[in-house]
């Protein structure tokens, strides 16, 4: 008989996890949150849980999770939460036997908060990975399922590696969710506390790429760290250019080329200048410059 679960969760990487879930678990119950009224875009949850007959509720707030819980009473001794975007308050916590697991995209107590896929490469580390941890009031403190560590390409983007963190994590949850549930894995304390970095929720003012103040090597992780969003954004020949690509060199290739704060240089390699679309430097060169 499959373990019954409520799962929690809004965006695409909750969806490609309630969709690995869907074959071994029985989902009790699917908590998403509402899209705003004349929304045209994407709801990969409300879409999947659709597709599926899935039960499916909304909350766009603790408050209102509390109500669903409370109404529905659901019968699960366990939760999933992933990509979900609401803090659930304790009464929810405590209506699980066995809490909520969430799956954390780094290897906590490491980048804990909002966004701990594009710091990680934002600051440059080798290693990230996943954990799978108790939820608990405070921000991402809880205790440890597992963890399981993956490298940082040189070349990835942040979406690169959130589709490999993803994969990872659905890998996870499926291995150890059913070990936690028949009692066999015993949550522990995350390791070394003393180390916790936190990460923040990225703003459009952060978008802007300054050489003056940046080493080559920090420009070009804000390059790919930030290419959905808030993006890359650096002024060549007065035009205000979103970069999109980019390596560091100890030389000057191009007139493009910035030199930053190290002495070393961006080398530009992508951009897309003000209402147009994404060309090579050469192409830009060509066509501003000449």
Known sequence: MKSKIVFFGTGPVAAGSLLALINSFDIELVITKAAPAHFKGDKPVEELAEQY?????????????????????????VGVIVDYGVIIPQDVLNAFKLG???SHFSLLPQWRGADPITFAILSGQRVTGVSLMIVEPALDTGKLIAQKELAIAATDTTPMLTDKLINLSNQMLLKYLPLYIDGKVKPINQPHPQKTTYSRKLLKTDQ??????????ECERQVRAFISFPKSKLVIADRDCTITAASVDDVKTTTLDQQCQ???????????????KEMTALDFINGYLR
């Open 100 to 102: 909520i697991v969430n």
């Open 208 to 217: 802007r790429l300054d050489p003056r103040t940046m080493t080559a090597a």
């Open 53 to 77: 007959n899935l039960p499916l509720s909304f909350a766009n707030t603790g408050a209102e999770v509390s109500q669903i819980i409370s109404s529905k009473q659901p019968k699960s001794i």
């Open 262 to 276: 190290d002495g070393k240089y961006l080398v530009i390699e992508k951009l897309i200048p003000p209402n147009g």
